[in-house]
């Protein structure tokens, strides 16, 4: 086949896209992997010092403190 043959490039254009789209798919599933970290990552920020407190209170009630 010529290089410059319709069902080549249509070939070769098919192959290129169904590439694309599963590196898509790769970077897709990775993005959201991360989002999901920065978005622990950021309750823990705003809501994680309210864990301090309870567990001062637990071992206080664990040590016969309270």
Not at 9 to 17: E, F, K, M, P, W
Not at 29 to 45: H, S
């Amino acid at each position: 086949m010529r290089t410059d043959d319709p069902l080549q490039q249509n070939i070769r254009r098919a192959t290129s896209l169904h590439a694309l789209r599963k590196i898509s798919a790769l970077v897709d599933t990775e993005l959201a992997d991360e989002l999901f970290k920065v978005r622990a990552l950021r309750w823990m920020g705003r809501y994680g010092w309210l864990a301090l407190p309870l567990l001062a209170l637990l071992a206080a009630y664990l040590l016969g403190v309270m």
